[in-house]
């Protein structure tokens, strides 16, 4: 016999777990499922200091505390990998489990785009990680470089520079798109050098690792290798959909398309956090998708089932 559930969530992020925690305190039997450990983007971040009441706290720490409050009203969490979501609502993991659900929510965020460059599929794991937090402590005395200029990019720099000997931001443009305070940290931290109007063309490798990149400038055309031993690229994301391709709910890019009640087009299915098409995607942006999921699910539910 399948599983049945009011509510299924796909993904545990802060959209996720926010989603869990507002629907099981209103009643609902709750399912939330992810392939790795509760915590989305948050398991990835140094530090979080823009989420309203929390004045600053790592990420990790943040998606802790928001696991053990979104299971707390008996929601439940599940580890696996969804491979489809049926128009009729029902959620097929990849082992062949399914799970038949009155409505169900997706809120699998995005993951890191890659530079799409040569050397860099036998980098990957080698030299060039998504994940300061995680890696940058393998880095220790050594040199490397971090391509983007939004938040993520400076961020994850200053934070690589408690390892490494010199970390140099590889941005397209001559100015950084991130938050003003964060261009200070960066610009006013000896550790750290900026390399304007270049970008990335080829990962060198030696031995099978990471020991160069190879840079060009946009206006000159001029290439330069740069004899670094880690890489770390922050230049977007791509939404994390492919489960619902099927449903006709993406736009060109793969984003799901919601309306203000986070009902995509076909009912009882929502979406919720970055797998969303919109402009900003902030923790707290999440949170209150989450929120709003989990609140017109359960009229949906009094209203349809």
């Known amino acids: 016999m399948n599983k049945k559930a009011d509510l299924v969530i796909v ?26 450990a509760p915590g989305g983007k948050l398991l990835k971040t140094y ?24 299971v707390q009203f008996g929601a439940e969490f599940m580890n ?12 097929i993991l990849e082992n062949g489990e399914t799970i038949d659900a009155k409505t169900v929510l997706i809120a699998t965020g995005a993951k890191e785009r890659t530079l799409n460059i040569p050397g860099e599929e036998d980098a990957i794991g080698h030299g060039e990680s998504f994940c300061a937090v995680c890696d940058g402590a393998f880095f220790r005395n050594k040199d490397v470089a971090v391509i983007g200029g939004g938040n993520s990019a400076l961020e994850e720099t200053q934070f690589l520079t408690q390892f490494v000997n010199k970390a140099q931001i590889i941005i397209r443009r001559d100015a950084f798109r991130a938050e003003t305070h964060l261009q200070e940290k960066v610009e006013n931290n000896p ?11 080829e990962v060198k490798l030696t031995d ?79 949170a209150g998708d989450g929120a709003i999921a989990a609140q017109m699910a359960f009229k949906f539910i009094e209203d349809f089932c």
């Open 11 to 36: 993904g545990a992020g802060p959209a996720g777990m926010t989603a869990a925690l507002y629907a099981s305190r209103a009643g609902l039997s709750v399912i939330m499922i992810d392939a790795s």
């Open 208 to 286: 099978g690792k990471v020991s160069g990149l190879i840079i060009e400038n946009v206006k000159t055309k001029e290439q330069t290798e740069l004899p670094v031993s880690g890489l770390f690229p922050y230049i977007g994301h791509i939404p994390e959909t492919d489960m619902v391709k099927n449903l006709g709910i993406t736009d060109e890019a793969g984003y799901i398309v919601a309306n203000l009640q986070m009902q995509t087009a076909v009912p009882g299915v929502f979406a919720a956090g970055d797998c969303v098409s919109k402009d900003l995607r902030q923790i707290v942006t999440a």
């Open 47 to 70: 530090l979080v200091d823009n989420y309203p009441g929390v004045p600053e706290i790592p990420g990790p720490d943040l998606a802790i505390q928001m696991y053990q409050q979104s």
């Open 191 to 201: 550790k750290i050098e900026v390399i304007r109007d270049s970008i990335p063309k």
């Open 80 to 91: 696996g990998m969804v491979k489809e979501v049926t128009k009729d609502r029902q959620v």
